[in-house]
């Protein structure tokens, strides 16, 4: 049996190509119920199709592609979930749901992909258009995805060793909730305003958390706030804006903290490394066609952070989510 070796690389470019087909693969998937149909248990394609009510044909495809993508096995023609479809796709998993952000990505992001050449040419956004109960799939949804890069970064980083956190300005209240989760011993305050701090408490409330945090509802880079933190967190505040307000934040991360204390900045950061990492790539473009905020170089990140009196120390790559950036104050 000879074996033909694709010489010229044809096979990568097809597979990165069609990369919206497995997407949209999965979201229909997701939508019509095939995940939480296995939850009953293994099933043929003619037992799902009875389950959802799709076609068996449609059944048959979709299947077949979720187990060529890895989130579905089939042995002897049966079909069943992945540990993780178990875990993040049939809505009774004991891991986070993460069917909210799958019907965000297809709801909000891939119409917004389809005009991503003329955002490429002239980085500008789309227009984003929330109105109805676009807003409600919108928020659910990336609260969705940042409650998983807060799980994520407390199975990463030991808050342990901190007693008092400020998250400053982030954008959701799950990181600063994990973080008291993973370290009983930790208080924490979430400092920002309007509806991101109302979101914020909830989380923190439905975490069991709240009786140790508190809320300062200020202004991140112009209110009062007080000081001592040990531990100061910039999660997915980067990203938002541009350099003067970014070294602005760093400054006053650094105002707040006592000595010795550990910055974390969580973000994409585009890198400087001969293959750049592929998620903080692919966000640098999503950020620009949703609504114009951009993806940093992790270097310049670094450039304000020494400007503001943070020395970084190392860089986390969390997987499948955003790098965090570790800085001990000066």
Known sequence: MSVHRDASGAARIVEVATGYMAAKQLFAATETGLFAALAKGPASAAELAARTGLPERTARILADAMTALGLLTRTGGRYDNTPAAARHLTGGGEDLDLRPFLT????????????????????????????????????????????????????????????????LGGLSGAFLAEALRSAPALRGAFCGDGELAELAMKALEEAGVAERAELIETDPLTGDLPTGFDLVLLEHVVHRFGPEENLRLAERARAVAAPGATLLVLDFFLDADPVQRLVDALHAAEYLVIDGTRVHPEDEVRGWLDAAGWEPRQTLCLPGCPRVLVARAR
Not at 109 to 115: A, I, K, M, N, V
Not at 119 to 128: E, F, K, Q
Request: net charge negative.
């Open 104 to 167: 965000f990505l297809d709801t909000i992001s891939y119409p917004h992909w389809l005009g991503f050449g003329a955002s490429a040419r002239t980085a500008r956004p789309a227009p984003l258009d929330l109105g109805g109960d676009r807003m409600e799939i919108f928020l659910t949804g990336v609260m969705t995805y940042n409650a998983l890069h807060a799980r994520t970064l407390a199975a990463h980083y030991d808050f342990t060793a901190h007693r008092h956190a400020l998250d």
